[in-house]
């Protein structure tokens, strides 16, 4: 079991699982699942070096990606030994570097900063990050629907 890489012109990268199998005697490839499309500019974040001219590395993006990998292959469990994941998961890795928790803290805390900077102070606004990511700050809770609708109100009357 090992990823194919399907490369079409001016398209993004496609991850897809196969397998080798004989059929009649000739080598085949047998496709298992689709994984996903890897987007070169959300992982180089071009609109993050535009606005402050230092590299986001795509911290968010490769985060999620990761997330929605892990879930494919957490649901080929049955079909996919751990041996074969851990392989399938190193070879992903060279195309799609995991982000790490500095990467993640980095990049959050300034999308942060402009967030603040645009908007002013905003409590609970923050990026989403995929559950269980390491380096993602602790989040406060968010507030009951009810109190959220009031603050709107209130922001929109201007008694806020």
């Given at each position: ?34 994984l ?30 990761w ?38 803290a ?32 602790p ?9 959220r ?12």
């Open positions: 079991m090992y990823v194919r890489w399907q490369f079409v012109f001016n398209k993004c990268p496609t991850a897809v699982l196969v397998e080798s199998a004989r059929v009649n005697g000739k080598p085949r490839q047998r496709h298992i699942a689709y996903g499309k890897v987007d070169y500019r959300a992982m180089d974040d071009k609109n993050y070096l535009a606005r402050h001219g230092t590299s986001g590395h795509g911290a968010h993006y490769r985060a999620w990606w997330y929605r990998i892990s879930k494919k292959l957490d649901a080929l469990a049955n079909r996919v030994l751990p041996d074969d994941r851990r392989k399938v998961e190193a070879a992903l890795a060279r195309e799609v570097p995991r982000p790490t928790a500095e990467e993640v980095t990049y959050d805390l300034r999308c942060q900063a402009d967030m603040r900077s645009e908007h002013g102070e905003c409590p609970g606004c923050y990026l989403g990050w995929p559950e269980g990511l390491a380096g993602v700050p989040r406060p809770p968010k507030p009951p629907e009810s109190e609708w009031a603050n709107v109100i209130a922001a929109i009357t201007g008694r806020g």
